[in-house]
């Protein structure tokens, strides 16, 4: 009795959600072009980072290695784009990582990640609106800044911040307008401030290869020192020592500094992931989707790289500051007047990302009501603009509470934790879809429509039972079949969760142990063990489906994605790790209290006249996989379409 309640239990936590791979049936309004994307994507990823972060990497991590730094970082980001980039060429539908978990893993882990999002996007609006305020603010002289400080100071530190943020919330109103006013709106938005910004880092980086010297990609620490013995030039009233230097050169740091910086600066590039939100607002979104993430985070790159190469060619490292590094350097060259570029810069970059930040949160709120895993109301569609109405004004009402009263500095860190979860589950969805068996695709297909039938011996060979599909060691490593098998699935699902377990513990023991004598005897074993089943995910057959855009190296790149993401997870403190339990003990509450009971599967699964819409030898198929596993590419004619 025990036992069936509790498998009871497990299967409505795992159930899948029921999709089909239509991408014209759509109650958004399909009006986003490729174009459109890839400004939406650069625009989120090109924040205001691009204007600090550099300098404050170079001087204290990699020096002018920082260029180094980027490319391990794009490197990275690159491998979770790719697994975006295949889930938006199976599927165009909204709901980025949250709906790829769903029709994957099951609905626990699709509301876990989609509950993590929606706080990733909060946190992530409100802290860049305070930002954009702060930035005018000293654009003004500080007025803002010192009237509220007078008039409306909140004294409770820790808890609320010195003062409320007026201009924060009229901003994030400004926008949420703007958003319900129309997507084709925004984009256009959007689009003007991208190109403004792409602009004046093109200014930058020529103007820092212009200005530049290689000479400070070669510093000794002796000239250094000597150079700097009699001068107090942005040293903060720090004592320079060789400690603080380095070793000189292009490299000061080491390794070591270069993987430090690149950890620090993978974060530069989270935000392409807005773009899989889309799925029902894109004209041809298999080819735009897997397009628009590629192409933005090379453009990102290519940012990111000139703009380091041109700051730490203007000035020595060890001189930058950690702040202001592009207004310093400038002065530093004997041009102050591109002082204002950057901050006309820096406000467009501010402004782009917080779009991106905001763009992406209601869609998640609308496609989590809409499937009944948040309340109803939120799934409310606006007739006329035919954005999600309810979802955008709710998000920004509470992104605007919080810009308004709180301190964001200590909750910025959960917004890595939702993200680099997110690109985990999506990264193991990958893996675990591309091994699965097809056939019963192949049969819905064949009966749904004749033309686009296969051959029927090729049909009927997958169907039927295969008498060398058991369990033995041949099988396992040199499997007998081409086609994937319900045994090889079977074995990848199985190996994808052991992958994902010694991961965790690896990440762990490598953060904790360090270098320790049992960290790494825990390391070697665990590293084995995960060889072995990769070993064995590789040898299974993959699916031979054809798509618009595939993750190459399967099953090596998701597998390097999760690890990265995984061991970036374990590197935040406990404090972080603290507030990401109390905020996911408030979405359990959610859940358990009504999203289990409401969810659109648990109502199909209850209804009485619920039949499925076709079944092979009296089994329902797995349609919601299906539109993933077997969805074909469009036409040639929609792919043209698209530009």
Same mark, same amino acid.
């Given at each position: &009795?025990i036992?069936?309640?509790?498998?009871?239990i497990?299967?409505?936590?795992?159930?899948?959600?029921?999709?089909?791979?239509?991408a014209e049936?759509?109650r958004?309004?399909?009006?986003?072009?490729?174009?459109d994307?890839?400004a939406l994507?650069? =625009?989120?990823?090109?924040?205001?980072?691009?204007y600090?972060l550099?300098g404050?990497?170079?001087?204290?991590s990699?020096?002018?290695?920082?260029?180094?730094?980027? *490319?391990?970082?794009?490197?990275?980001?690159?491998?979770?784009?790719?697994?975006?980039? /295949?889930? =938006?060429?199976?599927?165009?539908?909204?709901?980025?990582?949250y709906l790829?978990?769903?029709?994957?893993?099951?609905e626990?882990?699709?509301?876990?990640t989609?509950w993590?999002?929606? *706080?990733?996007?909060?946190i992530g609006?409100s802290?860049v609106?305070?930002?954009w305020?702060?930035?005018?603010?000293?654009?003004i002289?500080?007025?803002?800044?010192?009237f509220c400080?007078?008039?409306m100071t909140?004294?409770?530190?820790?808890?609320?911040?010195?003062? $409320?943020?007026?201009?924060?919330?009229l901003?994030i109103?400004? *926008?949420t307008?703007?958003?319900?006013?129309g997507?084709?709106?925004s984009?256009?938005?959007?689009?003007?401030?991208?190109?403004?910004?792409?602009?004046?880092l093109?200014?930058?980086?020529i103007?820092?290869?212009?200005?530049?010297?290689?000479?400070?990609w070669?510093?000794?620490?002796?000239?250094i020192? @000597?150079?700097?013995s009699?001068s107090?030039l942005?040293?903060?009233?720090?004592?320079?020592?060789?400690e603080r230097?380095?070793?000189?050169?292009?490299?000061?740091?080491?390794?070591?500094?270069?993987?430090?910086?690149?950890?620090?600066?993978?974060y530069?590039?989270?935000?392409?992931?807005c773009?899989?939100?889309?799925?029902?607002?894109?004209?041809?979104p298999?080819?735009?989707?897997?397009?628009?993430?590629?192409?933005?985070?090379?453009?990102?790159?290519?940012?990111?790289? =000139?703009?380091?190469?041109?700051?730490?060619?203007?000035?020595?490292?060890?001189?930058?500051?950690?702040?202001? $590094? *592009? $207004?310093?350097?400038f002065?530093?060259?004997?041009?102050?007047e591109?002082?204002?570029?950057?901050?006309v810069?820096?406000?467009?970059a501010?402004?782009?990302?917080l779009?991106g930040?905001?763009?992406?949160?209601?869609?998640?709120?609308?496609?989590?009501?809409?499937? =009944?895993?948040?309340?109803?109301?939120?799934?409310?569609?606006?007739?006329?603009?035919?954005? $999600?109405?309810?979802?955008?004004?709710?998000s920004g009402?509470?992104?605007?509470?919080?810009?308004?009263?709180?301190?964001?500095?200590?909750l910025v860190?959960?917004?890595s934790?939702?993200?680099?979860l997110?690109y985990?589950?999506?990264?193991?969805?990958?893996?675990v879809l %591309?091994?699965?068996?097809?056939?019963?695709?192949?049969?819905?297909? &064949?009966?749904?429509?004749q033309d686009?039938?296969?051959?029927?011996?090729?049909?009927?060979i997958?169907?039927?039972p295969?008498?060398?599909?058991?369990?033995?060691?041949?099988?396992?490593?040199?499997?007998s079949?081409?086609?994937?098998?319900?045994?090889?699935?079977?074995?990848? @699902?199985?190996?994808?969760?052991?992958?994902?377990?010694?991961?965790?513990?690896?990440?762990?023991?490598?953060v904790?142990?360090?270098?320790?004598?049992?960290?790494?005897?825990?390391?070697?074993?665990?590293?084995a063990?995960g060889?072995?089943?990769?070993?064995?995910?590789?040898?299974q057959?993959?699916?031979?489906?054809?798509l618009a855009?595939k993750?190459?190296?399967?099953?090596?790149?998701?597998i390097?994605?999760?690890f990265?993401?995984?061991?970036?997870?374990?590197?935040?403190?406990?404090?972080?790790w603290l507030?990401?339990?109390?905020?996911m003990?408030l979405g359990?509450?959610?859940?358990?209290?009504?999203?289990?009971? @409401?969810?659109?599967?648990?109502?199909l699964? %209850?209804?009485?006249?619920y039949?499925?819409?076709?079944?092979?030898?009296?089994?329902? &198929?797995?349609?919601?996989r /299906?539109?993933?596993?077997?969805?074909?590419?469009?036409?040639?004619?929609?792919n043209e379409?698209d530009?």
């Amino acid at each position: &009795m025990i036992l069936a309640t509790l498998k009871a239990i497990g299967k409505q936590l795992l159930r899948v959600k029921v999709v089909d791979g239509n991408a014209e049936d759509s109650r958004l309004s399909r009006c986003l072009n490729t174009f459109d994307l890839v400004a939406l994507g650069v =625009g989120s990823t090109l924040g205001a980072g691009v204007y600090v972060l550099a300098g404050a990497v170079a001087r204290d991590s990699a020096g002018p290695a920082i260029v180094l730094s980027f *490319l391990i970082a794009a490197f990275a980001s690159v491998l979770a784009g790719l697994c975006y980039a /295949e889930f =938006g060429a199976r599927v165009p539908k909204t709901g980025s990582a949250y709906l790829y978990s769903y029709v994957t893993v099951g609905e626990l882990w699709a509301f876990i990640t989609g509950w993590n999002l929606i *706080l990733s996007y909060v946190i992530g609006t409100s802290s860049v609106a305070r930002a954009w305020s702060a930035t005018f603010d000293e654009l003004i002289g500080g007025h803002i800044e010192v009237f509220c400080k007078r008039y409306m100071t909140m004294s409770a530190p820790g808890i609320l911040a010195e003062y $409320p943020d007026m201009f924060a919330v009229l901003i994030i109103i400004s *926008l949420t307008g703007l958003l319900v006013f129309g997507v084709k709106e925004s984009a256009w938005v959007n689009k003007v401030f991208t190109c403004i910004n792409v602009l004046v880092l093109l200014f930058m980086i020529i103007s820092g290869l212009v200005k530049g010297n290689l000479k400070n990609w070669n510093l000794k620490p002796e000239e250094i020192l @000597n150079a700097t013995s009699n001068s107090s030039l942005n040293m903060s009233g720090a004592t320079l020592s060789k400690e603080r230097i380095g070793e000189g050169g292009f490299m000061p740091f080491g390794i070591s500094g270069v993987l430090s910086g690149a950890a620090t600066c993978f974060y530069a590039f989270i935000g392409f992931d807005c773009i899989a939100t889309t799925g029902e607002e894109v004209k041809n979104p298999q080819r735009a989707i897997p397009i628009g993430i590629v192409a933005s985070l090379l453009i990102c790159l290519v940012a990111y790289f =000139g703009v380091s190469a041109a700051l730490t060619l203007m000035m020595p490292y060890y001189l930058l500051d950690k702040n202001s $590094p *592009l $207004p310093v350097a400038f002065k530093h060259v004997g041009w102050e007047e591109a002082t204002y570029a950057v901050a006309v810069g820096s406000l467009c970059a501010l402004s782009t990302s917080l779009l991106g930040s905001m763009f992406p949160m209601p869609r998640v709120i609308w496609a989590m009501a809409e499937d =009944g895993l948040l309340f109803k109301c939120l799934a409310k569609i606006s007739p006329r603009t035919k954005t $999600p109405l309810t979802a955008t004004v709710t998000s920004g009402a509470v992104a605007a509470l919080m810009a308004f009263l709180f301190d964001l500095k200590d909750l910025v860190d959960l917004m890595s934790i939702g993200t680099l979860l997110a690109y985990s589950l999506v990264a193991a969805c990958v893996l675990v879809l %591309r091994y699965q068996p097809e056939q019963p695709s192949v049969a819905y297909e &064949m009966a749904k429509t004749q033309d686009e039938a296969e051959p029927d011996n090729e049909g009927t060979i997958n169907i039927l039972p295969q008498p060398d599909d058991r369990f033995t060691i041949r099988n396992l490593l040199w499997p007998s079949n081409t086609e994937p098998s319900p045994l090889s699935g079977f074995l990848v @699902n199985i190996c994808t969760s052991v992958i994902g377990v010694l991961v965790c513990v690896f990440s762990v023991v490598a953060v904790q142990g360090r270098l320790a004598v049992w960290s790494v005897t825990v390391l070697c074993i665990v590293g084995a063990a995960g060889l072995i089943a990769t070993f064995i995910v590789w040898r299974q057959p993959q699916s031979k489906t054809k798509l618009a855009f595939k993750v190459p190296l399967l099953p090596f790149v998701p597998i390097i994605s999760m690890f990265i993401n995984i061991y970036l997870m374990m590197q935040l403190d406990k404090g972080t790790w603290l507030r990401f339990a109390i905020w996911m003990a408030l979405g359990f509450f959610i859940y358990f209290g009504y999203g289990i009971r @409401n969810s659109t599967e648990a109502a199909l699964s %209850r209804s009485d006249t619920y039949t499925p819409a076709c079944t092979i030898k009296g089994e329902p &198929m797995a349609k919601e996989r /299906e539109a993933f596993l077997h969805h074909k590419q469009t036409s040639t004619a929609d792919n043209e379409e698209d530009l």
